[in-house]
């Protein structure tokens, strides 16, 4: 059964940075960064294919990378000019096909004004 855990969250302010990574503790063909907000539904921020073929949601276009490391089985998102409305708990899954037994403890993202 592969695992997931994300790390890398903290509190930044607005303009500032942060690295989350996701370690699998076996391959996984295509990644995602999702993220959900509190009353809101989760979200896929982006995806990246095995081959490294990467998408990304039309709020996080310029600002976020995907990435990933297969000898490693990690997959990282690096957040550049955040924003408040980025505040949210960050989780890697399965990519199209979310994986339910894949849900880890997410990584919590917050962004002050």
């Known amino acids: 059964q592969v695992q997931l855990v994300e790390s890398g969250g903290g509190l930044v302010p607005s303009g500032g940075s942060l690295t989350l990574s996701c370690v699998a503790s076996?391959?996984?063909?295509?990644m995602g960064w999702y993220r959900q907000a509190p009353g809101k539904q989760r979200e896929l921020v982006a995806s990246i294919t095995r081959g490294g073929n990467t998408n990304y949601a039309d709020s996080v276009k310029g600002r976020f990378t995907i990435s990933r490391d297969n000898a490693k089985n990690m997959v990282f998102l690096q957040m550049n000019s955040l924003k408040p409305e980025d505040t949210s708990v960050y989780y890697c899954?399965?990519?199209?096909?979310?994986?339910?037994?894949?849900w880890g403890q997410g990584t919590q993202v917050t962004v002050s004004a």
């Open positions: 899954n399965a990519w199209p096909r979310i994986d339910p037994s894949l």
């Open positions: 076996g391959s996984i063909f295509g």
